[in-house]
């Protein structure tokens, strides 16, 4: 089964008919509070792949990691020239808290992370999101903690 993008903001209200696709994977280690970040984007007007990782410190938690893997990947899509992109994930509770209005977090700093990424998001022509299952993730982190 495969789900609809959601619409998370953006000037466009539907959905645009080229559009980037980022797909986004965390990997987090406790003992060193780091978290590695995978990030896999399909470009609206070229079918070459762009994949890269990326090292974060501090991080406290999986869940951060995650968090700050949406913003990473938005911000890669925006490196790369792209003004309509739709995130995807395969974390469910990320991607609720994303696309649900009024989501209410239990710790106060994935509210920040939310509001974080719409900032950034003010950029876009048009930001959507949609759960995939892991299998169909292609962002691929080459060593894991």
């Known amino acids: 089964m ?5 619409r998370i903001c953006g000037r466009f209200t539907h959905l645009p008919p080229f559009f980037s ?3 986004v994977h965390a990997a987090f280690s406790s003992s060193i509070r780091q978290a590695q970040i995978s990030r896999y984007l399909i470009p609206s007007e070229s079918r070459i792949m762009i994949q890269n990782t990326k090292i974060i410190n501090n991080v406290f938690s999986k869940v951060d990691a995650e968090w700050l893997g949406l913003i990473a990947g938005l911000e ?12 995807e994930n395969s974390v469910v509770d990320i991607m609720q808290g994303l696309v649900i209005p009024g989501t209410r977090f239990y710790r106060h700093s994935i509210g920040n992370y939310k509001e974080q990424l719409c ?6 022509d048009w930001l959507g999101a949609r759960y995939i299952p892991a299998r169909q993730n292609q ?5 894991l903690y």
């Open 2 to 6: 495969e789900f609809p993008y959601t």
């Open 21 to 23: 696709i980022v797909q």
């Open 76 to 87: 890669f899509g925006l490196q790369n020239g792209e003004r309509c992109v739709a995130l």
């Open 119 to 124: 900032a950034i998001a003010g950029q876009l």
């Open 139 to 143: 962002a691929i982190i080459p060593r």
